[in-house]
């Protein structure tokens, strides 16, 4: 056990994700089959699963196990402080709708903050056989192997993956934005998992990707490892990825989206 306040090294908070989202995941993957919707949050669309909430109770056991002294918010659980100066952000299924239907594209996601920057990430994606890391600087992998986002290629011919939110209003707003977006582009995907959306763009599965009312949760550790992959993550105006609006694509095919996207006010609900 580590009771010490000194900055861990994020390959160690990287190592302790990666075999926690294994070990999530799994216990998700094994209970896909039988799942029971237990609640709602903002609307009846929004599902929330038995399984997502023994999966987060897993994730900050076992990471509570190994850094006792470490802050935690996770999607299900809320915020839980703490004084080591790390700050897990998990989301125990990032994609429940998917994983409530059988489908594939779900994700368990934990992200480690130091002084408010996300330093290491773990996304494993379990039913794809998939398991994404980083560490700040150091580089994005999948199941081992290190990740080169693919080149941008020119708006009109980029596969843009983005997501909708989960109250009606918002929504209205959205499929408004798509409009304007859907001619300019040469496809739209709504994969339902934001997780799997932005590892996608590090292994060339969509091009550019854009969403209003993502949670923290839903990108911090995915935007890393997007990041390191060599992928622009931001947010509205020039700035970092917020709820407001996250974009992410490789830089110049970003500039061009962010273009697109600003007289829309795809950063607001209309
Ligand atoms: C959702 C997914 C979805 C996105 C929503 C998120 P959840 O997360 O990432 O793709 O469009 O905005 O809330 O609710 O499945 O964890």
Redesign the pocket.
Known sequence: MNNTHHTPDPESLRDLAVSVAAEAGELAAEGQAGITVLDTKSSPT?VVTKMDRAAEELIRTRLLQERPDDAILG?EGGGAPGTSGVRWIV?P?????NYLYGLPD?AVAIAAEVGGRVVAAAVAVPVRGEMFEAVLGAGAYRNREPLRAPAAVPLERALVAT????SARRREHQARVLLDVLPRIRDIRR?????V?LTGLAVGRYNAYY?R???LW?WAAPGLIAAEAGIRVGGPNGGPPSTDLVIAARPELYEDLEVLLAPLAADTDG
Do not use: M, P, Q, R
């Open positions: 929004d999607e989301d299924i990032d994609g429940t709708v779900w997501g909708f939110g989960y994969d339902g998992s934001a997780a959306d969403e009312g993502l949670n839903d």
